[in-house]
């Protein structure tokens, strides 16, 4: 069965830091670019980072700085690590194959107060 599953959402003030985590079974996931995305409350859902199977990385500019995504191969795991975070970054943080067949996961809320 193919699956992602997210974790390490939560309510963090302004300036706080998160890691989401996001475990992946059924595909073969290191050789899949993966991907995060966020989906602001009454917004489209939007792409914030990728990597490749090189582990090239890319990040929209928003968050460029701040974020840093990574990979476990042996873990079949990707990660974001959110840091100085802001209210405008809250959203519901789904994990995702980047490209076609499109694998999502069920998301993980991630709060910013301010």
């Known amino acids: 069965q193919v699956q992602l599953v997210e974790s390490g959402g939560g309510l963090v003030q302004t300036g706080g830091s998160l890691r989401l985590s996001c475990a992946a079974s059924?595909?073969?996931?290191?050789?899949?670019?993966m991907a995060w995305y966020r989906q602001a409350p009454g917004q489209q859902r939007d792409l914030v980072a990728t990597?490749?199977?090189?582990?090239?990385?890319n990040y929209v500019d928003i968050v460029k700085g701040r974020f840093t995504i990574s990979r476990d191969n042996a873990r079949n795991t990707v990660y974001l690590q959110m840091n100085s975070l802001k209210p405008e970054d809250t959203g519901v943080y789904y994990c995702?194959?980047?490209?076609?067949?499109?694998?999502w996961g069920q998301g993980t809320q991630v709060t910013v107060s301010s």
């Open positions: 995702a194959t980047r490209w076609s067949p499109q694998v």
């Open positions: 990597i490749a199977t090189t582990g090239t990385t």
């Open positions: 059924g595909i073969i996931f290191r050789t899949r670019t």
